[in-house]
């Protein structure tokens, strides 16, 4: 006890930023992504407790903690589909045959007859005279909207084409009802200051087993400032009843 007291005095620390992150397989322990761009990162422990009282006034004899959960919060300032797969369950295709847009044109008429659009349409959802605000009937072919049209006057045309590679390496990630992200290892690594003399201490926080929530938020905003995304999970239990490790490793300066 005294050995303790004595290092409490020296090993006071401050942590000041949040971790870079690598999650692994359980089952292969290969890692799954590196997350390097974390905006904030929160680790909350919480436990039950329970109370035992007895005598004329029902005076508390026995209090007992039991029932431990370990809750991770994290946000994350750069999205990529990879992260949608691991951290959403998404499944991803790269197939660009495979890949339906969805668009939305203004066209103006150059004849009477036809709109010109500039995909090859795969179904035609509708045509709508701007002046009027009604529909058009009209059917579509190629990159043709046949129509009966007033030359020089714009049209909404809504359709969707199937999308083609043209320089730029199209992905769909798709998110199912019934898909949901694992149960992976976490490892962040971090770093503490030493209050005594003010050097970085390398750190790592180990959870074995965490479970990644099915819940997500994804924040645009319109003010130029980066996108958000926020992800959670839950320690499971591991080995011996573990659920964190948290290891000062070494100095880094």
């Known amino acids: ?17 949040v971790m870079n992150a ?14 390097d761009t974390l905006k904030m990162s929160n680790i909350t422990s919480e436990g039950q407790q329970k109370e035992i009282k007895g005598g004329q006034f029902a005076d508390p004899l026995i209090i007992y903690n039991y029932g431990r959960t370990v809750n991770l919060e994290f946000q994350d300032a750069v999205l990529s589909f990879s992260t949608m797969k691991e951290l959403w369950g998404a ?9 339906t847009v969805n668009e939305r044109e203004i066209v103006t008429a150059s004849g009477t007859t036809s709109l010109t659009v500039a995909h090859t349409i795969a179904t035609l959802a509708g045509v709508y005279d701007t002046v009027t605000g009604l529909e058009v009937s009209a059917t579509g072919a190629g990159t043709t909207v046949t129509a009966t049209v007033v030359s020089g006057r714009a049209y909404h045309v809504y359709y969707s084409y199937v999308s083609v590679d043209t320089g730029f ?9 019934s898909s949901f992200p694992k149960t992976v290892k976490f ?28 819940n997500f938020t994804l924040t645009m905003e319109a003010e130029g400032d980066a996108s958000t995304f926020d992800f959670a999970g839950m ?19």
């Open 1 to 17: 006890m005294a050995i303790e007291l004595l290092q409490h005095a020296l090993e006071r620390f401050g942590v000041v930023t």
């Open 235 to 253: 320690a499971l239990v591991s080995g011996d009843h573990e659920l964190v490790k948290i290891k000062a490793l070494r100095y880094l300066d």
């Open 22 to 35: 690598t999650l692994y397989d359980i089952t292969s322990g290969k890692p799954l992504m590196f997350l």
């Open 187 to 214: 490892v962040g690594k971090t770093f503490l200051i030493e209050q005594a003399s003010g050097r970085q201490i390398e750190a790592e926080i180990e959870i074995p087993k965490l479970k990644l929530s099915s």
């Open 91 to 99: 499944t991803l295709d790269r197939t660009p045959a495979n890949i």
């Open 169 to 177: 390496d199209p992905v769909q990630a798709l998110i199912k009802s």
